[in-house]
């Protein structure tokens, strides 16, 4: 069975700049989740979808961070425009549906930004 | 809110030595609890869980007890070996929302 698949691995940019990245999750796995893991610290959530459909989004910088799942497959995050505090590992997981927050989350492995 | 506080890494141990790595939380409720291992280059990956009170949730040869009285879920492992070289966290979930809450990290190396 394909992982949650992710791209680019890595990025480099300067503040200011817009990137986006890009998350495919495992087929047929209807929850979809970003997190933010800054050096040092454990992973954020920043958003999880619901099919095409966002069930919270409470800790996205809603002014410089966006995301989509316009078909409730793959999905993408944007960060327009970066700043130097944005740098971090941004990791896609996946589940087959939400509930009860022990059902298994299945990993991609993860984009490395650097702002400059 | 809900937190995780876990042991600060590194960790370097040698092969075969018995591991411990301490994990304690704070929570509302009665949260599941867990450890994801993240290898070197890999995604994070769910060790073991335990959902309730005196629960152990084991794999791979490691264990972790769920500890109501002390708010505690070490993990442990018997006899280390070179392949479990990554990080560790302990991370909590609310039962009734989907969101997990992740400690910091342990780096764990080990030496041959």
């Known amino acids: 069975e394909a992982g949650v698949a992710q791209s680019p691995r890595y990025k480099i ?13 495992i087929s047929g796995h ?56 944005d740098s971090a590992v941004y990791l896609c997981a996946s589940s087959l549906k939400a509930g009860g927050g022990i059902r298994p989350k299945f990993f991609g492995p993860g ?3 650097t702002v400059l | 809110g809900n937190s995780v506080t876990q042991m600060e890494g590194p960790v370097t141990l040698s092969e075969e ?9 704070t ?24 959902t309730k009170a005196d629960d152990k949730g084991s794999n791979k040869g490691f264990e972790a007890t769920y500890r109501k009285e002390t708010t505690s879920f070490h993990l442990e492992k018997g006899s280390v070996q070179v392949s479990d070289s990554a990080v560790y966290f302990c991370a909590l979930s609310d039962p009734n929302y989907d969101k997990i809450i992740f400690g910091k990290g342990t780096r764990l190396h080990i030496l041959p």
């Open chain 1, 30 to 85: 209807a929850t979809l989740y970003w997190y933010q893991q800054i050096l040092g610290q454990g992973p954020k959530l920043l958003i999880q979808f619901q099919n095409n459909g966002v069930v919270d989004d409470s800790q996205l910088p809603k002014d410089r961070f966006s995301a989509e799942r316009l078909k409730g497959v793959d999905s993408t995050l944007k960060i327009q425009p970066a700043k130097l505090e």
């Open chain 2, 27 to 50: 929570a509302t409720g009665y949260p599941s609890l867990f450890w994801y291992v993240q290898y070197p280059g890999e995604g994070l990956q769910l060790l073991l869980k335990a």
């Open chain 1, 13 to 25: 940019i300067e503040k200011r700049q817009s990137v986006a990245f890009w998350c495919n999750p």
């Open chain 1, 111 to 113: 984009t490395r930004l």
């Open chain 2, 17 to 25: 030595a018995f591991l411990t790595i301490n994990c304690t939380y």
